[in-house]
């Protein structure tokens, strides 16, 4: 029949054919379509660009507008217009512009302009013709695409000349395309944040909103409609006043700009740094930075300008200012304040202060590279530089007056008359153990655990075991763990037996000195 459009699955098929090298004439038998309808189609498909594996990919609309199934007719009196969309596009980009109010602009210099929704209709078949990915119209400065590469480049340790793999972060703006590309170890939470900062200060501004993957390093629990994002994203996008909004699971073409600029990237930077061995992470980053910035001084295909132009022209300026300080990660754990009136950092072996009125209290602990916070019900409690000495304190006096009533329970007393129940060189190691710290709080728990061990060992042993440690350490007293071992090792060569010990005990001290 006249005028009949052919289907979108043969169309796609007879694409297929042509691209696994059959001829148009096969192409015409096999699919029953004349010669010159194939011939129609090719041509408009090859003008595309696009592989076969994309067109299979795109949707029946979208494969619509892309072969322009729905004439518009346009004549020569139309063809100014078409030189000026591009133009137009790159105006429609900026914020507050509408396509009425550049057709308002024309009118004034063309009195003859077509009417506007006239040229709202030339405006979009002009559209269809460029590229898929293209017809998106972001608005300067509103978003920003990030997203790792799924291939990846290396460095060589120049030690042991092992091989070590690197992921490959990209960050798009969407009114320019203007990229940002930086190897890093891995797509962990710490590297990617760390990632999504540098190239914010990159770009000098902050974009409204983010738009990431459902990555585990963004998306604590992925959802279709309300994901919830990981405490430190949150935090980041505070720091920098901006939103992040995390794709659809399994929806690339929510980043489709992202998407393709990381295709573009295989070309332009990965192809490039193919050929060069790297040792260093800086200086592959470096080497990184010099293609992109290639990449983004190139112009775009069909267009008299660069991704770079486009970025100084319309979109830095709407950008918002970054603050006076990078954001730092944070980290977030839960703890209790102990009686000593400190709470406890596993990773840094390390304690700090709280005052004395929250013992006992479940804290949340927000630690970045150089502080420590505490809060209690959003209310921060404490403060501290983060101190990185295993086993160490880090004590606020005013944290710890010994006047409070919980010194009645654990006090210097308490511990001197307890270990002189035991020996005078258990008083007398006690005594030294007490005076080693600062306030005498600090080393309540140490004290315990020596003195508990009269429980498993006996008295006897271990007044024995601390003479013995006395006499190992005269001037210098090490950490309570290593003064007590070297007292037991001492009695344990002299007797020569473990019988005495039971086996269920660690005489070595194991948790006692946590």
Same mark, same amino acid.
């Given at each position: 029949?006249?005028?009949?459009?052919?289907?979108?699955?043969?169309?796609?098929?007879?694409?297929?054919?042509?691209?696994?090298?059959?001829?148009?004439?096969?192409?015409?038998?096999?699919?029953?379509?004349?010669?010159?309808?194939?011939?129609?189609?090719?041509?408009?498909?090859?003008?595309?660009?696009?592989?076969?594996?994309?067109?299979?990919?795109?949707?029946?609309?979208?494969?619509?507008?892309?072969?322009? !199934?729905?004439?518009?007719?346009?004549?020569?009196?139309?063809? *100014?217009?078409?030189?000026?969309?591009?133009?137009?596009?790159?105006?429609?980009?900026?914020?507050?512009?509408?396509?009425?109010?550049?057709?308002?602009?024309?009118?004034?210099?063309?009195?003859?302009?077509?009417?506007?929704?006239?040229?709202?209709?030339?405006?979009?078949?002009?559209?269809?013709?460029?590229?898929?990915?293209?017809?998106?119209?972001?608005?300067?400065?509103?978003?920003?695409?990030?997203?790792?590469?799924?291939?990846?480049?290396?460095?060589?340790?120049?030690?042991?000349?092992?091989?070590?793999?690197?992921?490959?972060?990209?960050?798009?703006?969407?009114?320019?395309?203007?990229?940002?590309?930086?190897?890093?170890?891995?797509?962990?939470?710490?590297?990617? !944040?760390?990632?999504?900062?540098?190239?914010?200060?990159?770009?000098?501004?902050?974009?409204?909103?983010?738009? $990431?993957?459902?990555?585990?390093?963004?998306?604590?629990?992925?959802?279709?409609?309300?994901?919830?994002?990981?405490?430190?994203?949150?935090?980041?996008?505070?720091?920098?006043?901006?939103?992040?909004?995390?794709?659809?699971?399994?929806?690339?073409?929510?980043?489709?700009?992202?998407?393709?600029?990381?295709?573009?990237?295989?070309?332009?930077?990965?192809?490039?740094?193919?050929?060069?061995?790297?040792?260093?992470?800086?200086?592959?980053?470096?080497?990184?930075?010099?293609?992109?910035?290639?990449?983004?001084?190139?112009?775009?295909?069909?267009?008299?300008?660069?991704?770079?132009?486009?970025?100084?022209?319309?979109?830095?300026?709407?950008?918002?200012?970054?603050?006076?300080?990078?954001?730092?990660?944070?980290?977030?754990?839960?703890?209790?304040?102990?009686?000593?009136?400190?709470?406890?950092?596993?990773?840094?072996? =390390? =304690?700090?202060?709280?005052?004395?009125?929250?013992?006992?209290?479940?804290?949340?602990?927000?630690? $970045?590279?150089?502080?420590?916070?505490?809060?209690?019900?959003?209310?921060?409690?404490?403060?501290?530089?983060?101190?990185?000495?295993? *086993?160490?304190?880090?004590?606020?006096?005013?944290?710890?007056?010994?006047?409070?009533? *919980?010194?009645?329970?654990?006090?210097?007393?308490?511990?001197?008359?307890?270990?002189?129940?035991?020996?005078?060189?258990?008083?007398?190691? !006690?005594?030294?153990?007490?005076?080693?710290?600062?306030?005498?709080?600090?080393?309540?728990?140490?004290?315990?655990?020596?003195?508990?061990?009269?429980?498993?060992?006996?008295?006897?042993?271990?007044?024995?075991?601390?003479?013995?440690?006395?006499?190992?350490?005269?001037?210098?007293?090490?950490?309570?763990?290593?003064?007590?071992?070297?007292?037991?090792?001492?009695?344990?060569?002299?007797?020569?037996?473990?019988?005495?010990?039971?086996?269920?005990?660690?005489?070595?001290?194991?948790?006692?000195?946590?």
């Amino acid at each position: 029949m006249a005028n009949t459009h052919l289907d979108m699955r043969k169309i796609k098929q007879l694409y297929r054919f042509y691209t696994q090298g059959v001829s148009k004439r096969k192409i015409s038998k096999r699919l029953g379509i004349s010669r010159n309808t194939v011939r129609k189609y090719l041509d408009l498909l090859i003008k595309s660009k696009l592989t076969s594996k994309e067109v299979d990919a795109l949707t029946f609309e979208e494969l619509r507008i892309l072969l322009d !199934i729905d004439h518009t007719h346009v004549t020569t009196r139309h063809s *100014y217009l078409f030189d000026l969309f591009p133009i137009v596009n790159k105006e429609l980009k900026k914020v507050g512009v509408t396509r009425y109010l550049v057709w308002e602009s024309y009118l004034q210099k063309y009195p003859d302009l077509v009417s506007y929704s006239r040229f709202c209709h030339l405006y979009k078949a002009w559209s269809r013709n460029q590229s898929p990915v293209m017809r998106f119209n972001h608005k300067a400065g509103d978003k920003m695409f990030v997203d790792f590469t799924g291939k990846k480049l290396s460095i060589i340790d120049p030690g042991t000349g092992e091989v070590k793999e690197l992921e490959v972060f990209v960050a798009v703006l969407g009114a320019s395309g203007y990229t940002y590309v930086e190897a890093c170890p891995s797509q962990k939470r710490e590297d990617f !944040i760390g990632c999504m900062v540098n190239a914010l200060n990159f770009y000098g501004g902050v974009p409204k909103a983010i738009v $990431t993957d459902n990555l585990k390093s963004a998306v604590t629990k992925s959802s279709k409609y309300e994901p919830i994002l990981n405490e430190s994203l949150l935090a980041m996008a505070t720091h920098y006043n901006t939103t992040v909004l995390p794709t659809r699971a399994y929806r690339p073409r929510d980043k489709a700009l992202v998407e393709n600029a990381v295709k573009i990237v295989y070309t332009r930077v990965f192809a490039p740094l193919g050929a060069t061995d790297f040792y260093t992470l800086g200086a592959l980053n470096t080497a990184i930075l010099e293609h992109t910035a290639v990449h983004n001084k190139t112009n775009f295909q069909s267009r008299n300008y660069s991704r770079l132009e486009l970025f100084e022209s319309i979109e830095k300026q709407e950008l918002t200012a970054l603050p006076v300080e990078s954001y730092r990660l944070r980290q977030y754990v839960m703890g209790t304040v102990y009686k000593t009136s400190h709470i406890y950092i596993s990773k840094d072996k =390390h =304690h700090y202060s709280v005052p004395y009125n929250y013992i006992g209290k479940k804290v949340r602990i927000i630690y $970045t590279k150089d502080t420590v916070e505490i809060y209690l019900k959003q209310k921060r409690i404490a403060l501290h530089k983060r101190g990185l000495k295993r *086993y160490g304190y880090t004590t606020d006096p005013s944290h710890m007056p010994s006047t409070h009533r *919980y010194v009645a329970d654990w006090n210097p007393e308490k511990f001197l008359n307890w270990a002189d129940a035991i020996g005078d060189h258990c008083k007398t190691f !006690i005594t030294l153990l007490l005076a080693k710290r600062q306030h005498p709080e600090q080393s309540y728990k140490s004290c315990a655990g020596v003195l508990g061990l009269a429980k498993k060992v006996g008295k006897d042993r271990l007044d024995n075991a601390c003479k013995r440690a006395l006499d190992y350490e005269r001037i210098n007293y090490q950490s309570v763990k290593g003064i007590l071992e070297k007292g037991l090792d001492a009695i344990q060569e002299d007797t020569n037996t473990e019988s005495n010990i039971p086996k269920h005990t660690n005489i070595r001290g194991g948790n006692y000195y946590k």
